[in-house]
């Protein structure tokens, strides 16, 4: 299986909302490294990385959030895998 890295920008009513939270269970869940975190213009950031179908499943996943949110748009682009395994809420 391929292992890959995906940095997500997520936008809409996603701060305040337990967004990064949901974001880190899910991520758990699937097995995936990285980190999420709130952004100064309102959107939500994240790193995710693993298997690539996990990591796949994660960026889809986005778009619905927790059930407080309403998500605009999820813009996806490559990245570099983080050092380490674990996933973190970063602030």
């Known amino acids: ?3 890959i890295a995906r940095f997500v920008r ?8 337990a967004y990064r939270a949901w974001t880190r269970g899910e991520a758990e869940k699937l097995g995936l490294a ?10 939500v950031t994240a790193l995710f990385a693993g298997e690539e179908q996990a990591v796949t499943r994660m ?8 059930g407080a949110a309403e998500v605009r748009n999820v813009e996806e682009r490559e990245a570099e895998p983080p050092e380490g395994t674990g996933f973190e809420i970063r602030h």
């Open 34 to 43: 990285g980190w999420v975190r709130n952004e100064d213009d309102g959107s």
């Open 1 to 3: 299986m391929s292992r």
């Open 10 to 17: 997520i936008t809409g009513q996603v701060q305040g909302v």
């Open 59 to 66: 960026v889809t996943d986005c778009w619905s959030g927790p």
